[in-house]
């Protein structure tokens, strides 16, 4: 539908928009990741007409498995899969084993989502086509569908993409691609349109070729009637004909190319299709023999590294390691034990810790730091373990120096959070020279140590209902911390008490089912949270009554978690495993309230408790914590970057 300019006029917001206006040179405005940013909410919003109909789908994906004759049992990875409308069609179709990657975050959990509730197994993952994160000779087929190639400035990496393709493929496999058939679009391009996307947002588009005539520039401005232009962004996609792409698959190694004729979009909209509107379907196999397998029977030497028990531990209710923490420890080692292919030896004195790290450097393969206690059992120092690490040069698992340091500080990360769109809950800081009466939130709220881990410091007691109350509160931590130590004082949330874990990195992270505090059990009156009492004290309600259950959350509120806990995690260089700590408001919107990048390891922590969840015994939760860890490293040593 075209629109007049008296129309856009009375729809686009006078003030605050963010348009760059009109440009001459759409090129020059490209940004050469723009792939990077532009695969999000809106962009299912504007293309949705294509990339969100089922019958659609459907259709393609009928068609595809034709030309595949994909049989049960059989393998398919889809590339560059989006939100998996289409493997998840194949997995609505048959039993086959799926698996999907994507460079957009927000997609791939959207995947996972609509996957996990339709009771599909798929395997998603976030990641670059270009090194995909999968052994050699892993599939039967591979798709590239909704054309999903061409995005990089150069054609070099297009051929990475291929290269990888025939990689990770099966002797035979086969690859099907849908792609814009270039030589159409360079004659058949629509410079400019505009159209009503729903009630609320229009888009306007603008298209030309690039200065080497083998890329179309597109921009897109989509404006809001009420909130005025909300986008404005510039991408581009090579335009492929069958002769220069059937050369492309020759150099990557495919042979037996065919093409399958020119399908449409069929958009019940039928406005502005874009590249989508005329792609060509083809087909292409592999020739080659299996690759050899790499057999590694050799035990991996792993060093564990512990809280000394003989030295004090203040966060202890007696200031020293008990029964408890003994059986714990073991509890570890047999866990341990039953995994096959490594050998553990345990580091727990700490004042001959440099010395002992210095007889095993050359010989331990890993460092398992699970000491979360610090150094000397000062929680202070616990960022100095992987510290002493780094200074000797020693692989071991978790997060860096930088991180813990950053999240020992609540403040720190209730601004870095805020930074980057992460709601936090409302709180302000008290210093010692602070006035409680100037309070600028209201009541009910918490009292907390700034600075700390494993609930220390936090009690019933801690929650006050007015201004008294909160001054003993406040009093009661600067006996025990210091009165120059900062106090976060906190709005008290009273919806559900969440945590949520991941373990893994960028190229291949679990999200682990989100769990929620259950406080139905505990006496009227005593506070719902699930603090030092609830970890460290037997003989309390909080410790007998408290629960952790399976959260069971809006679809909504679920996914704005996991979103927003990734983003930090990213932001934070978060490694191998953390844990993310939400509380929701009155309105169920939720809040973060910490950050874990060394999350308890014990086996009935709330890492282990997540990990049960979702059908991961201990033994496996440890296992998964030592793998997520080799991976990073081993893609260190090739010069990949490997953060969550």
Partial sequence: MQISKNEVKKTAA??????????DNLE???????????????????????????KITQSEVEFFARLLDIKEGESLLDVACGQGRHVIEFARCGNYVLSGIDRSRYLIQRAKSVSKRNGYTINFKEGDARKLPYPTDSFDFVTILGNSFGYFESAEDDLKILKEVFRVLKPKGKLLMDVADGSYLKDHFT?????????????????????????LISREVITHTGKGVIVDQFYAERLYTRERLFDLLMRAGFSNTEFH????????????????????????????EWSPKKIRTEMKNIVVLLGDPTLSDTVKPDGVFDQDDFDTVNKLKQALGTLHNYKFTFLDNHTNLIADLLKVKGKADLIFNLCDEGFGNDSRKELHVPAILEMLNLPYTGSTPQTLAY????????????????PVADAFIIT?????????IPFPVIAKPNSGDASFGITKENVAENLEQLADAILRLRKQFGYDKPILVEEFLPGADLSLGIIGNTHNYTILPIIEEDYSGLPEGLPRICGYEAKWLPDSPYMQQIKSVKASLLNETEQAIINDSLKLAERLNCRDYCRFDWRLNERGEPKLLEVNPNPGWCWDGHLAKMANFASIDYAQMLQALLGASEARHTLMSNGVSAVI
């Fill in 14 to 23: 006078p003030k605050g928009g963010k348009s760059k206006g009109p440009v």
């Fill in 28 to 54: 020059h405005h490209l940004h050469p990741e723009w792939w990077k940013r532009i695969f999000n909410s809106m962009y299912l919003k504007t293309d949705g007409d294509v990339v969100e109909d089922s």
């Fill in 191 to 215: 410079s400019r349109t505009w159209e009503w996307i729903d009630d609320k947002h229009f888009v306007c588009r603008e298209r030309s070729l690039a200065s080497d005539n083998e890329r």
């Fill in 261 to 288: 004729g020119n399908i449409g979009a069929n958009s019940a909209r039928n406005q502005d299709l874009g590249m989508m509107e005329n792609r060509f379907i083809l087909t292409t196999q592999t020739e080659k």
């Fill in 407 to 422: 999240c020992f500080d609540k403040s720190l990360i209730r601004g870095i959070a805020s930074e980057i769109g992460v």
């Fill in 432 to 440: 010692a020279e602070a006035d409680i009466y100037e309070l600028n």
